[in-house]
């Protein structure tokens, strides 16, 4: 008798106990949550508080707030988030001042990390900033870091920056010729078009091997300058089967129909891929008077080349505007 009393003494005393330690932890859960939630009511207030700091003293007015109080890792990130809403010399104005706060510092240090990881991160970061700091160090990563991933992340960063060098020395620095044309590095030479449209046709008179010079004629077309036509109209009459093709896109990138001629006459190309891209080159410039041509290759032996020709055709009925469409569409897919 006394035994069972003192058994269930034991059981009633162990689950008092465990309720105890059930209760315990769900007040702490709660607790923590109370608290997880007040530090971050506080975290919000510190952030706009940071912001508005921000703001105030790009627009020139005195900054309010705590300064004192604010760490530069949630400076950089309330900058990091107000720099992608402002424009031209707000955005410049920004950038000064993170830099005389010293927020970009620890970026600056991370870039020199013996770490390759860190330093792409890094890149990322200066990237995003965009200043001529930034900028600088940059540069000197393209130039220098001995990982040519690094020198590849810090390329696109400056083409995110507009502030590639020069075609012939972003090819030099990450040796471009002595390999094949990666797609990052035709659209390093695309990005560089606009801003060395010169300088990239000067590559032209290299010896360049004809893949190579495909894709420089193909940035060609990103440049903008419709003075290229001529250039263009005699890389369409190389023997090499690329360039003849780059020369079509080119022209077709360009948008201007001073080529007409030899474009319409490239649908007539011993090559079906040179017809392929004549006929889109045609679609993208509306050129109406290459409907018959066009019409007739739809008995071309090749299906591709006859799959675009009836695309070519329905774009030219619709209208130069769907037609330019219908050819950015179809160009993708030739690169994807």
């Not at 410049?92 to 792409?120: C, F, K, N, P, Y």
């Not at 004629?217 to 005699?234: K, T």
């Not at 799959?307 to 505007?321: F, K, T």
Request: with cysteine; proline share 3%.
């Amino acid at each position: 008798m006394i035994s069972s009393w003192m058994f269930y003494n034991t059981i009633i005393g162990g689950s008092v106990w465990m309720a105890g330690v059930v209760i315990a932890i769900f007040g702490l859960l709660v607790l923590r949550r109370y608290i997880a939630e007040r530090r971050m009511a506080a975290n919000k207030r510190i952030d706009a508080a940071i912001t508005r700091s921000y703001l105030r003293r790009v627009a020139g007015h005195r900054p309010e707030g705590d300064e004192k109080s604010w760490t530069g890792e949630r400076r950089l990130a309330a900058v990091s988030q107000i720099q992608a809403l402002l424009r031209g010399g707000e955005r410049d104005r920004l950038m000064q001042i993170a830099e005389l706060d010293g927020l970009l510092a620890a970026t600056l240090r991370r870039s020199h990390s013996w770490r390759r990881s860190e330093r792409v991160s890094a890149i990322r970061m200066l990237q995003r900033f965009g200043s001529e700091a930034c900028v600088a160090r940059l540069r000197e990563m393209l130039a220098r870091d001995h990982s040519q991933r690094v020198r590849v992340e810090a390329a696109f960063a400056l083409a995110a920056a507009y502030a590639l060098p020069p075609p012939r020395e972003t090819m030099r620095i990450l040796g471009m010729t002595a390999r094949a044309p990666s797609k990052l590095d035709i659209a390093l030479l695309r990005a560089s078009a606009p801003e060395y449209p010169e300088q990239l046709a000067l590559l032209l008179e290299d010896d360049l091997s004809p893949v190579w010079r495909a894709q420089v004629i193909d940035s060609l077309g990103w440049s903008g300058n419709v003075g290229f036509i001529g250039l263009l109209e005699e890389a369409a009459r190389q023997e090499d089967v690329e360039v003849r093709c780059a020369a079509m896109r080119a022209c077709a990138k360009l948008g201007h129909p001073g080529g007409r001629e030899f474009i319409i006459s490239a649908l007539h190309d011993p090559a079906a891929t040179v017809r392929t891209q004549a006929v889109s080159a045609c679609s993208a410039l509306g050129l109406k008077e290459a409907e018959g041509d066009i019409r007739r290759l739809l008995c071309d032996p090749e299906l591709w080349v006859r799959l675009r020709a009836e695309q070519a055709l329905e774009a030219l009925a619709e209208g130069i505007g769907a037609a330019s469409s219908t050819f950015n569409h179809n160009t993708m897919m030739d690169y994807g």
